[in-house]
């Protein structure tokens, strides 16, 4: 198994200790049909109609995720309960480094009007997870932000 397949893995299993079997939707890929472009994600959870799209980056790849972020922006049009989420299992990664490319062009290219997105370590998501006792509260605290 590949090192992002691992991680992958790794960001399931999580998941499941933490909230439950049953929550994580699985890859899901956005489409424009008209343009023939389309972007995924690694995994969703949805609830209440709020979606959390979690992108799981095993290298060292800010400059990709901006592409994917660019993208579901143009093609996600619903976008109010949507929230995007990466988390970096690369080693020794500064998370700070996606967080402000993304920030830039949700302020530059969006008027900061983009999807909202959250970026964690593996290391840090763990610790955020585990301030939750289940997956609603979690949400509700990641959309009221």
Request: glycine share 6%; aromatic share 14%.
């Amino acid at each position: 198994m590949s090192k992002a397949g691992e991680n992958e893995k790794k960001f399931k299993q999580l998941i499941s200790d933490r909230f439950g079997t049953g929550l994580l939707q699985g890859s899901q890929t956005y489409k424009n049909y008209d343009a023939d472009v389309s972007i995924s994600v690694d995994d969703m959870i949805e609830i209440d109609g709020k979606r959390i799209l979690f992108e799981i980056d095993s290298g060292n790849y800010a400059k990709l995720l901006v592409g994917q972020y660019v993208l579901l922006n143009q093609i996600i049009e619903d976008q109010e309960n949507v929230l995007f989420v990466i988390v970096h299992y690369y080693k020794q990664y500064n998370d700070e480094r996606t967080r402000k490319n993304l920030q830039f062009i949700n302020e530059s290219l969006y008027k900061s009007k983009g999807i909202p997105f959250k970026v964690f370590t593996a290391e840090s998501f763990q610790g955020e997870i585990n301030q939750y006792r289940n997956i609603e509260e979690f949400v509700a605290a990641k959309f009221s932000l």
